[in-house]
């Protein structure tokens, strides 16, 4: 059920996407408390973005999941930044993340809904 979504002006390899696809999937999983099986990873690389004016290195996450609380936010941004700074060389104050506690009855899956 949680949802991360990574957009990115860094452009990457296979090897490189795939590392870090499983790497903030296994991160949101712990952060969470959530079975791994459970999270779903996208990664957009190489996309035409600017922030504060300039081009650098910079990201943009999306993490939806249901249940999520203000309390887990701030530990989750931290572990979030720091991935993307050790994966990515993005610098903390490049990545904007957006937090959404979706509510059980819309959130589908398997053909019905949490």
């Known amino acids: 059920m949680p949802y991360l979504k990574i957009q990115t002006n860094q452009a990457l390899d296979e090897a490189a996407r795939q590392t870090l696809m499983k790497k903030a999937s296994t991160t949101v999983a712990e952060q969470l408390g959530k079975p791994e099986n459970y999270v779903m990873v996208t990664l957009q690389t190489a996309q035409n973005m600017l922030f504060a004016g300039t081009d650098g290195p910079l990201a943009y ?8 609380s203000e309390s887990t936010t701030q530990a989750l941004s931290d572990s979030l930044c ?5 994966e990515l060389d993005i610098e903390k104050n490049r990545t904007y993340i957006e937090f959404a506690d979706a509510p059980r009855h819309m959130w589908g899956w398997n053909g019905g809904t949490f």
Do not use: N
């Open 61 to 68: 996450l999306e993490l939806k999941s249901i249940g999520l």
């Open 82 to 86: 720091t991935l993307m700074a050790q």
